[in-house]
């Protein structure tokens, strides 16, 4: 079935709630102050069923005092009913809800040339001559006109079948989520507690678990009605009464599935001023900002220039003087606060903004020209290699992730391209710190992931790399990737350049002799060293290495421990018990020393377990 939800405008006594009354028999003046004075106050809420098609009635005031209800209740409007009275044609009024509709992004409707019972041929043509005059103006487009009359019901029928045009079908694909700002909230006996509202977005459906903001507080939905009948599903633009379990609400809060809405204080808006304002918006301006069913005094933030001229749109900052939570998207109307008129209005585009430096009004302008999903990927960008928090960013999304997005580990979400590049760096550094020292232990991951990735979520992003295997982390060192399972090939290099290694015993070959620069014995080399097959031995003072087979370190602990227990050792009485020169001599000691077989005192080697003689230096 299609639906609309159609907001029914007008000046005030043009005749809008006997139209309502008149299509659908609902009498949406209800209150006694309403029948008291023959006007409306609050929006009412009418449905008119059609062969083809449900509609939701929404009847606004149309008295100037009463353009906050008005805008309250007709926010969530998809299309209009402008209502002008045959006789007086277009007045103020008219005018100002009509303008609302443009800034709200309504552009779909059709024109009620009312009370023509009143009016002559020629008044009712210059009534709706003028009315179609205005939307042109505000770039409404032509939309139908009926001449209709409540009091003889000409016209009423055609009416209907007209309104039923504005009927959208429901809206297919993903739920996406709801939000509804609430107009009331009471309990119901053996209900509980009760909230109405339109939902604007997204899908509900009882059971559901919502949140209530100001908050947030949860809430389950308990049932859905529309005008009275219970709903088991329902998407956007139906007026709604939602029972609600778990929580209390007040008109001006905010429905909401969870994770749609975060209170902020700034917003990021696209603003534009009606031509007919009296006058220009100035930077940092106090205004009255109405969206959904919220209120609050705001600052007009102007970016890229000091005032907004009547006609004009930019993008701007609104700093509210009382944190709201809204959607990305969400369509607003700015008010004077005295004399209170609307001037201006838009769309918020982030609804969660950081204080912005006038140089980013270009990428608030780049964000209002693309769609939600691509907006929020824009930022994405925007935000470089810090990324932003994953919840942020589908707020900014409307709910979804956009792709080209990667939420990494700690829930910092990076755009894709750039976090490849920030992968390749990461990897090229981990790289140039192994060819610095081949077979040493990596680079330390702390120090590394500064370097490479400032700003940058880096254990995050190596975690990653470490779980795709395309690099280690071990004991706090990030080392590039081996082969797991080796071949045939590789498993021959490792025994052959292990064998030379126990052959040579304690006089082991210079490092390089072995590598012959050959990236294949480099990474069998490290291989064997990583497996602690190979141990490496520095010489401090002729700044190199050598590498000694383990099974000779352990030849050597045993030679020497034997000797070393009835006395301490020069570096030569070591050589000459394992019968190897000083060139091999230095650097294995120094392995025993760093391995806490011998302690260094002076010239003189004890085994480590026994306490140095007294009065001797240490070295
Ligand atoms: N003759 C005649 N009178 C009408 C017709 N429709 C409404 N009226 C009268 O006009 C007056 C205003 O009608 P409403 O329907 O209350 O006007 P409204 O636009 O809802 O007014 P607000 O809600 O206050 O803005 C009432 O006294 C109605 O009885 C009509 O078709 N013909
Ligand atoms: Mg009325």
Known sequence: MRHALIAVLGHVDHGKTALVRALTGTDTDRLAEEKA??????????????????????????????????????????????????????????????????????RRGLIAIARNDRASEEE????????????????????????????????????????????????????????????RAFHRKGAGLVVTGALRQGRLAPGDTVELWPGPRRAVIRALQWHGAALEETGPGRRLA????????????????????????????????????????????????????????????????????????????????????????????????????????????????????????????????LDTMAAALHALREAGPRGLPEARLRRLAGGALPEGAVVLGGGTALDAVLLARME??????????????????????????????PDAPGEAIAARLVARRALRLEAGHLKPAIATSLGEAERALLDEIEDVFRQAAMAPPETALVLRGDPRRLAALRHLVARRVLVRAPDAVQKREYLFHRDALAQARTALGEALAQRALTVSDCNRILGITRRHGVPLLERLDAEGFTRRSGDLRHLATQPAALGEASA
């Not at 001449?147 to 009927?167: D, M, N, V, W």
């Not at 990461?426 to 680079?443: Q, T, Y």
């Open 37 to 106: 004075r023959g006007i409306s106050i609050v929006a009412g809420y009418a449905r008119l069923v059609t062969p083809d098609a449900t509609l939701d009635l929404v009847d606004v005031p149309g008295h100037e005092r009463f353009v906050r209800a008005m805008i309250a209740g007709a926010s969530a409007m998809r299309a209009v009913l402008l209502v002008v009275d045959a006789r007086e044609g277009v007045r103020p009024q008219t005018r100002e809800h009509a303008e609302i509709a443009a800034l709200l992004g309504v």
């Open 124 to 183: 009712s043509a210059c009534a709706q001559h003028q009315a179609q005059a205005l939307l042109e103006e505000l770039s409404l487009g032509a939309w139908p006109a009926v001449r209709c009359s409540a009091a003889t019901a000409e016209g009423i029928p055609q009416l209907a079948q007209a309104l039923a045009t504005l009927a959208e079908p429901a809206p297919s694909g993903e739920a996406g989520r709801a939000w509804m700002p609430l107009d």
């Open 242 to 369: 939602a029972g609600l379990r778990g929580a209390t609400a007040a008109p001006g809060d905010a429905l909401a599935s969870p994770g749609l809405l975060a209170e902020s204080a700034i917003l990021d808006v696209r603003v534009t001023v009606l031509a007919s304002s009296p006058r220009a918006l100035r930077r940092g301006e106090a205004l009255r900002l109405l969206c959904g069913t919220a209120e609050t005094g705001v600052r007009l933030r102007l970016l890229d220039r000091t005032a907004l001229a009547p006609g004009e749109a930019t993008v701007a900052q609104l700093l509210l003087d009382a944190p709201l939570a809204l959607p990305v998207r969400a369509g607003f109307v700015l008010r004077l606060p005295s004399p209170p008129r609307s001037v201006a209005g838009g769309v918020v585009l982030d609804a969660e903004a950081p204080r912005r430096r006038a140089r980013e009004a270009g990428l608030l302008l780049a964000m209002s020209g």
């Open 424 to 453: 390749s760096r990461l990897l090229a550094a981990v790289e140039a710190a192994m060819r610095k020292d081949p077979l040493g232990p990596g680079a330390g991951a702390r120090a590394l992931l500064r370097e490479a990735l």
